[in-house]
Structure formats: structure tokens, C-alpha cells
């Protein structure tokens, strides 16, 4: 089973860049499709983008496409979101999840999810 660990969320100004990780810590990271969602206070969690098992294959939510990219290294079992141009409406919590199913990652059910991080921008 997966357990996964989010790290790398803080406070930014407007404008600014952040990089999450997310280290996963069983023996199938590199057969999962993950992604990346997040969560603002009062609203749903919402899908941000989807990475194969290869990392071959991603997909973006249009409210992230060309400021965010994902990302992943299979040998250090490891998931990035590089986030830049960051707008106070970026601020949320922010979830690593995987799954065997890509189509599982895109429609935000995945099996495993991450305890989250949390990332503030500051107008």
C-alpha cells in the first residue's frame, strides 16, 4: 500500500513560485498514475493535473495550464508540482494522490491520497 507525503507549501507573494513534492513510500509508485488537487476553504477538492506511470502522459486543469507543471521521478519514488505565477485564488490545500487507473487520477478518485500541504499567496 501507498503512503504518500506532501512537502514544500508555504507562504508566497502573488507572482511568486513554489515546487511541491510528494514521496511515496511502497513498491508500486512507478506503476501509478499520479496527480495533484487541491482544496480552498468552503469549496471541493478540485483536480489540478495527472502524470502517467512514465510521466510520458499529463493533463491539466485549464485554471492551471502553462503556470503549473507536474512532473515525476520513478527511481526516487518521487512527484513534483512546479507552480508558478501564483495568484491569491491559488491559495488551498494541496494533495499528491495516485492510483492504477490514469482515468481514476483525471476524475479526482484516487486510492491513495496524501495528508495535504498547505500553500498561501499573499495579494
Known amino acids: 500500500q501507498e503512503q504518500l507525503v506532501e512537502s514544500g507549501g508555504g507562504l508566497v507573494q502573488a507572482g511568486g513560485s513554489l515546487r511541491l513534492s510528494c514521496v511515496a513510500s511502497?513498491?508500486?509508485?512507478?506503476?501509478?498514475?499520479m496527480g495533484w488537487f487541491r482544496q480552498a476553504p468552503g469549496k471541493e477538492r478540485a483536480f489540478l493535473a495527472a502524470?502517467?506511470?512514465?510521466?510520458?502522459?499529463?493533463y491539466y486543469a485549464d485554471s492551471v495550464k502553462g503556470r503549473f507543471t507536474i512532473s515525476r521521478d520513478n527511481a526516487k519514488k518521487t512527484m513534483y508540482l512546479q507552480m508558478n505565477s501564483l495568484k491569491p485564488e491559488d491559495t488551498a490545500v494541496y494533495y499528491c494522490?495516485?492510483?492504477?487507473?490514469?482515468?481514476?487520477?483525471?476524475?479526482?478518485?484516487?486510492?491513495?491520497w496524501g495528508q495535504g500541504t498547505q500553500v498561501t499567496v499573499s495579494s
Open positions: 511502497g513498491r508500486t509508485f512507478s506503476r501509478y498514475a
Open positions: 494522490a495516485g492510483d492504477s487507473s490514469y482515468i481514476a487520477v483525471v476524475d479526482t478518485k484516487p486510492g491513495y
Open positions: 502524470i502517467d506511470w512514465s510521466g510520458s502522459s499529463t
